[in-house]
């Protein structure tokens, strides 16, 4: 991640406001799909056991709050998707950065061919 932060550095530096305005736009539409996905009634405790990321034990259901744990709290109760979408995006910021680092040339130059201000 440390040639990613000097090449997003350079590239707003070379870009300034496009190069903002693609990061952004990348962030909110992955904001987005996170919260659409979670919306659709995913069952969070199922992929985190699947993934490994928590126990059985800590998803369960059953499992007091005290042995569930603060994350598997947040990430299970109703009502979470907002959290799970705001997790899901910055655990995607190694697909955002390149995303960014690729299509802001591109922005740019659409940009100065239609000569918008």
Same mark, same amino acid.
């Given at each position: 991640?440390?040639?990613?932060?000097? #090449?997003? #550095?350079?590239?707003? *530096?070379?870009?300034?406001?496009?190069? =903002? @305005?693609?990061? %952004?736009?990348?962030?909110?539409? $992955?904001?987005?799909?996170?919260?659409?996905?979670?919306?659709? *009634? %995913?069952?969070? @405790?199922? &992929? &985190?056991? *699947?993934?490994?990321?928590?126990?059985?034990?800590? =998803?369960?259901?059953?499992?007091?709050?005290?042995?569930? @744990?603060?994350?598997?709290? $947040? &990430? $299970?109760?109703? @009502?979470?998707?907002?959290? =799970?979408?705001?997790?899901?995006?910055?655990? &995607? %910021?190694?697909?955002? =950065?390149?995303?960014?680092? $690729? %299509?802001?040339?591109?922005?740019?130059?659409?940009?100065? #061919?239609?000569?918008?201000?």
């Amino acid at each position: 991640m440390a040639d990613y932060s000097s #090449r997003v #550095r350079d590239l707003f *530096k070379k870009y300034g406001k496009v190069g =903002v @305005g693609v990061h %952004l736009t990348i962030y909110a539409a $992955t904001l987005a799909g996170c919260y659409a996905a979670a919306e659709s *009634k %995913l069952d969070v @405790g199922q &992929l &985190l056991i *699947k993934y490994g990321l928590m126990s059985d034990k800590e =998803v369960k259901d059953d499992a007091s709050p005290e042995q569930r @744990g603060w994350l598997a709290n $947040t &990430l $299970t109760h109703s @009502g979470s998707s907002l959290a =799970v979408a705001f997790l899901c995006t910055k655990a &995607l %910021l190694p697909v955002r =950065v390149p995303l960014t680092l $690729t %299509l802001t040339p591109m922005v740019a130059r659409a940009i100065q #061919r239609r000569k918008i201000p």
